[in-house]
């Protein structure tokens, strides 16, 4: 898998775009519309991620977010008193960010295309980067939390969202529940449709039973069938990958299990256990920074 193949998918499949409906027009009041609807979507179905933010102070320190989507951690992030600067892998992210930031009224540093593989900012540049839901979708993961320590302050902290390993969306819904449905749909003969269909034509082309090898199988069933790579983390894969730094935090949130009943997943206990969003605190270790 290569950084290539992610950049195509996601420059193609604009993060969260379907969820609302698409982007349909590009003058000001479709982006305002489109905005609005996909805000209220992404803060109705976690409305943790509020609450997070509001526990972390950005007041004043210079922050660098990975990786964009359509900006509504952004604005969240500069409403909150940020120094924001923006970093994302696909010019259509930033095209849509800078829009929402220019309707807004919203000051921003810098907002650049670029490779977490190669951080287009100096060393020592920030007191905080922020990614949310997007290192997880890096194959090179450890070259990037090297590039991350670098622009890091001496002190400052890497704030990050991962998919969880021990979640009740990875055991029980990936690893069970959609395996099964897929055998049984694949032997049938049914054709099923959206989704369903990307998954039956990945099996036929691969294979169905090499298909259902999570390692293969992870990739296409966080993102549609045709995400190119995805990764799930524990506390223990963090600390092996993220060498670069010291693990300081880390909780879950999110209860998250498709294709079971969202109102029947979100009344479940648990979810500091089996959510499946794994917050993490990071702070780089002294010899990254004294390398650098």
Known sequence: MTEVQVQEFWQNHSCGETLVGGLHATDDAAFEKFFNLYDQFRFGESPQL??????????????????LGQGADSEQLIRRGAIWSGLDLTEESVRRVRKRLELRGLPYEHLKCGTALAIPFPTASFDIVYSYGVLHHIP???????????????????????????????????????????I??????????????????????MGLW???????????????????????????????????????????????????????????????????????????RKSSFTEA
Do not use: C
């Open 140 to 182: 090179e993961v450890g070259l990037a939390q090297r590039e991350i320590a670098r622009v890091l302050k001496p002190g400052g902290e890497l704030i990050v969202m991962l998919y969880a390993k021990w979640s009740l969306n990875y055991l029980v819904s990936i690893a069970t529940l959609r395996r099964l449905g897929l």
């Open 50 to 67: 509020l609450t997070n933010l509001d526990r972390i102070n950005f007041s004043g320190k210079r922050t660098l977010e990975i990786g």
């Open 184 to 205: 049984y749909m694949y032997y049938r003969g049914i054709k099923g449709r959206g989704k369903l269909a990307g998954h039956l034509e990945n099996a036929r082309r």
């Open 210 to 284: 090499n298909y259902l090898r999570l390692k293969n199988f992870i990739h296409a069933n966080t993102d549609g069938p045709l995400n190119p790579y995805s990764k799930v983390y524990d506390v223990e894969e963090v600390r092996r990958v993220f060498t670069s730094f010291e693990l300081t935090k880390a909780y879950k949130v999110f209860m998250h299990a498709p294709p079971l009943p969202t109102p029947i997943v979100h009344a479940l206990p648990g979810e500091s256990l089996l959510g499946w969003h794994l917050w993490v605190h990071l702070r780089p």
